[in-house]
């Protein structure tokens, strides 16, 4: 981009451009730093998260087995119950050995299913006991992190007031650069690390802070046209931009 082609008033509103940058950079920083204060409290919500999830799913499932062998029972209690109306009318002694039989393994198997009933019964409640506790934990938790969040969300107010402020600015400041520009000037904040307008001073770029051509400095400290680094290619201007 040749120099002529931009005025000293353009050069000017790039500056004041990058101070938006830098300054909604700096809030940011901070925001995210002190956001970063819920990072450990809401790792141990996750972590209960998954412990609650899992603690109820192995109840439903344990819910869902102990359904399935009540429901066995009670099959077997018909069958049993069947057997014994046959028993009473069977006249032949090889089916009334079959069907005797039938009724002691089936009645044999419901005691056996009984017994696993009952200590399911006892892990149940253990686990509906293990599960409220996780939930107290849980909720005690959750309630530490909204907690937090709002006294962020409190203390942060004049920041993000100030971050709001300035896109609006930056937007009324774009509209005055020209679209070549803008966009010359866009490229070099995502490769210099959103600092692409710097000060030079006693010949020193400020952006890489290595010296100058001495023309180059004296040219930039008069303000006309646009002027890189050498080295990291940054805008140079004749004062500081934050």
Known sequence: MRNLNVTREQIQTLMRLQKIETESARIEKKLTGVTSQTSVQGARLKELDAELEEALEALDGEKKRYAAIEEEIAELNTRVAKSQEYLRVVTNNKDYQVLRREVDDNTKRVGELEEVLIAMLDDLEERKKKIAELTEVHTGEAEKVKSIEQEIYNDTAEERKALESMAVEREEVVKVIPPALFAHYEKLLKTTGRLAVVAVSGGVCYGCFMNIPPQQAIEVQQQG??????????????????
């Open 225 to 242: 046209g646009l002027h890189h680094c050498p080295r990291c290619h940054r805008i140079l201007v004749s004062e500081p931009t934050a």
